[in-house]
């Protein structure tokens, strides 16, 4: 959807232009560039090596829930006048309403989204765009470059005292790959699936 060059302004227009056609298709674009952003955020403030942070994102700061985990141990400890991200969303974007529109999210992709009207998913990407301003604009005021790639390299050494050597991705994309082998590149033509 996205790519790396893709800036704050452009990402904006293009969710909220989602969001006029589809508002839940809006609030999962949303969602994706909030969490997307602050995990960039992370990297990009972190003094962590980068394949640190991946391998923690996997496990120790998984799903929504530990963005804020993330941002409290590799961002607020380092950098001058950083606070828990939620006092950094502060005023403009309360952590509430942040819960909130992740909620929204939850019950679009999981299948309740009866319960939501368009007001609410339209609502609920204006939150979720605004914080990602916010996080942005902090990152960039304290030189962490989000759309440009990230990567802070340490020895195999340095690396293997706080690292699993990535095991865990290392093991999911083998059992992926081994699933893939078995239906080959092609299956879903075979399904029908054909666009």
């Given at each position: 959807m996205?790519?790396?060059?893709?800036?704050?302004?452009?990402?904006?227009?293009i969710i909220l232009g989602e969001a006029q056609i589809d508002?839940?298709?809006?609030?999962v674009l949303a969602a994706?560039?909030?969490?997307?952003?602050?995990?960039?955020?992370?990297?990009a403030l972190s003094k962590?090596?980068?394949?640190?942070i991946y391998e923690k994102y996997i496990e120790d700061y998984s799903a929504f829930k530990g963005i804020a985990k993330a941002w409290n141990s590799e961002v607020v400890p380092v950098v001058k006048g950083a606070?828990?991200?939620?006092?950094?969303?502060?005023?403009?974007?309360?952590?509430?309403?942040?819960?909130?529109?992740?909620?929204?999210?939850?019950?679009?992709?999981?299948?309740?989204?009866?319960r939501v009207t368009d007001?609410?998913?339209?609502?609920?990407?204006?939150?979720?765009?605004?914080?990602?301003?916010?996080?942005?604009?902090?990152?960039e005021e304290h030189n962490g470059k989000i759309?440009?790639?990230?990567?802070?390299?340490?020895?195999?050494?340095?690396?293997?005292?706080v690292s699993n050597g990535g095991r865990k991705l290392?093991?999911?994309?083998a059992c992926i790959a081994e699933r893939i082998a078995k239906y080959d590149e092609n299956h879903w033509i075979r399904t029908g699936l054909i666009c």
């Open positions: 996205f790519d790396l060059a893709d800036k704050r302004i452009k990402r904006r227009r508002a839940q298709h809006g609030v994706m560039d909030f969490e997307w952003t602050c995990r960039r955020a992370i990297l962590n090596p980068t394949v640190v606070r828990p991200l939620p006092d950094l969303l502060g005023d403009k974007v309360p952590w509430k309403c942040v819960n909130d529109a992740m909620r929204c999210r939850n019950m679009v992709v999981h299948g309740t989204e009866n007001k609410e998913c339209r609502w609920s990407v204006c939150i979720l765009e605004d914080a990602c301003d916010v996080v942005a604009q902090f990152a759309f440009e790639p990230i990567n802070r390299r340490r020895s195999k050494k340095a690396i293997g005292e290392k093991e999911w994309h």
